[in-house]
């Protein structure tokens, strides 16, 4: 499982909370002004209309009015004795669109208030307001380069408080109130949150020495060197990562339950979690990590040559991305194990050593074959394997073995370009979806096998068939480098003894090379 560094911008994207300064609406369009807002009459202005009316009546008077006008039926109540007051047609016009207006954009209901704890619900808004490192200076004397550079520094403290604001509240929210509920056994809970209670110390010993970084003036100096020596405490990351892949794979089994599924979606739905789900929040630690290098890299951009951080830099760089290849590594070991415990073979022969060799997976995912049913690809590193995925009696996920699996190093890729004729007793019409043309298919075989099989596999679309077809390649390529030099090594540890005199010979002697070869 790669960290994807674009996963963080999304998540930010989407739920960050800043403020836009144009208003938009659901679908992230401009939202235009309203034209009826032109016309609206103001209260204000609305009641000096209603007072000269009262004073003056005789308005209403002279008004011609040929409507038949239903009897007031008698009333004990105050306003059975108020005599109404008529209103010309275009006040009446105006005061509609206010109204209507006034429905649309002021009273709108108030977003639910969480059942967890109303009373502190405000103290955790929806949308979380930006704030720069200018708006917490009154005055400066810095350039525009400097500035830059301390608002980078500046988000970077404000990302770690806003970081253990959410892994506290995760464990406010969600932990205690499943466990106290017995919504989750202590186990389960344990085995989905991981050592999530770790990473706040962790991270709050950061956000304290970088706020004792500030000076006087509210800007921070040197930063590097506190960043470095606290680097090293990452490695926490690794145990946590790798948790991950079983944590998804038991909550996402968890939500067919009613009272887990109706618990998760209150909480959705409350405003503490700004629409955020539980994954959501245990996937923040993972994509904070990914974050130092992008801050490291913008600080290093807005700091001048003589400043003593930019000598530092990119050994601090080196070092974060070090971990976190380390942490992609154990995380990729952690999936590729989890996985392989889910296979389920129906023949032993089905069992390659390949499998079990194979220490993580390029990729998985769904594709369909060509007789239109849907399986669970996985892209190991020295073989790739097509499931049927099912239930196990516990309620787990497993994958049935389709086939025979077929080692990386003997596939053979075809790609088939989109719109080829889809006719012929392979494609069966399952990838023409009613047209005679097929779309995001590709073939894979191998060679040298009896038993092994062709298989006609569809993505769902373009992007995925591409994704399939570069991770199909760079796997075919390592694995056959690496049967090479296997060979290579094995012939070298192990030459032929019909060639052990050559060592002997003489390099200048002929008769001595014809003795021996007459040997």
């Known amino acids: 499982m790669e960290i994807d560094e674009s996963g963080e911008a999304r998540t930010r994207s989407l739920f960050s909370g800043d403020v836009p300064s144009i208003l938009h609406d659901h679908a992230g369009k401009k939202r235009k002004q309203d034209p009826c807002r032109v016309i609206r009459i103001d209260e204000d202005d609305e009641e000096e209309e209603e007072g000269e009316m ?65 009373n502190k619900a405000k103290s955790f808004p929806r949308r979380r307001n930006s704030q720069c490192w200018s708006d ?16 980078v520094i500046y988000e970077l403290t404000q990302g770690e408080r806003q970081l253990i604001d959410d892994l506290v509240l995760v464990k406010k929210a969600y932990y205690e109130p499943m466990l ?12 989905i949150f991981g050592t999530l209670d770790a990473l706040v110390p962790l991270h709050e010993d950061l956000l304290t020495r970088l706020e004792k970084l500030r000076g006087s003036e509210k800007t921070v100096g040197e930063v590097v060197p506190t960043l470095m020596n606290w680097f090293p405490c990452l490695e926490a990351y690794v145990t946590y990562c790798c948790n991950q892949v079983g944590a998804k794979a038991l909550l996402d089994q968890k939500k067919h339950e009613k009272r887990v599924d109706e618990f998760l979606r209150l909480c959705q739905e409350s405003a503490f979690s700004r629409k955020l789900d539980l994954w959501n929040f245990l996937d923040l630690p993972r994509s904070r990590l ?7 890299k913008e600080i290093q951009k807005c700091t001048p040559s003589e400043h003593p951080d930019e000598d530092m830099l990119p050994a601090a760089l080196e070092l974060i991305q070090s971990i976190i290849a380390e942490v992609n590594r154990k995380t990729g070991e952690a999936e590729c ?20 060799l194979s220490r993580f997976l390029y990729c998985h995912g769904e594709l369909k074959n060509n007789k239109g049913q849907r399986l669970h690809v996985f892209l190991f590193e020295q073989a790739l394997v097509l499931t049927r995925p099912g239930e196990c009696k516990e309620g787990g996920q497993v994958f049935q073995v389709y086939r025979q699996p077929l080692p990386n190093a003997l596939l053979n ?26 779309k995001n298919c590709f073939r894979v075989s191998s060679r040298g096998r009896s038993k092994a099989h062709s298989h006609s596999l569809q993505a769902n679309d373009s992007f995925s068939k591409q994704q399939w077809i570069t991770c199909l390649r760079q796997a075919i390529i390592q694995s056959r480098d690496r049967t090479a ?13 019909a060639l052990y005199h050559i060592a002997d010979l003489s390099l200048g002697s002929d008769t001595e090379m014809a003795d021996h070869t007459s040997r």
């Open 54 to 118: 009262m004073s003056n009546p005789s308005k209403d008077s002279e008004e011609p009015s040929n409507k038949r006008v239903k009897p007031v039926v008698k009333s004990n109540s105050l306003t059975g004795m108020i005599t109404p007051v008529k209103t010309p047609a275009l006040k009446r016009i105006g005061q509609s669109i206010s109204r209507s207006i006034s429905f649309r954009t002021e009273a709108r209901p108030l977003p639910p208030v969480s059942l967890l704890n109303r």
């Open 413 to 438: 890729l075809e790609e088939i370009p989109d719109g080829e004729p889809g006719g012929g007793s392979s494609f069966r019409g399952a990838f023409t979806g009613g047209n005679d043309k097929v």
């Open 485 to 497: 030099q296997t060979s290579q090594s094995q012939l070298s540890s192990h030459p032929d003894p």
């Open 180 to 191: 106290k509920l017995d919504i989750l056994t202590e186990s389960q809970l344990g085995q």
């Open 337 to 356: 194990q989890f996985y392989r415990r889910g296979l389920n073979y129906l023949e032993e022969t089905q069992r390659l050593q390949e499998i079990q």
């Open 290 to 296: 990914v974050k130092y290098p992008l801050l490291l």
């Open 136 to 151: 917490t200076v009154e005055s400066h004397d810095l350039t525009a380069k400097e500035i830059k550079r301390q608002e």
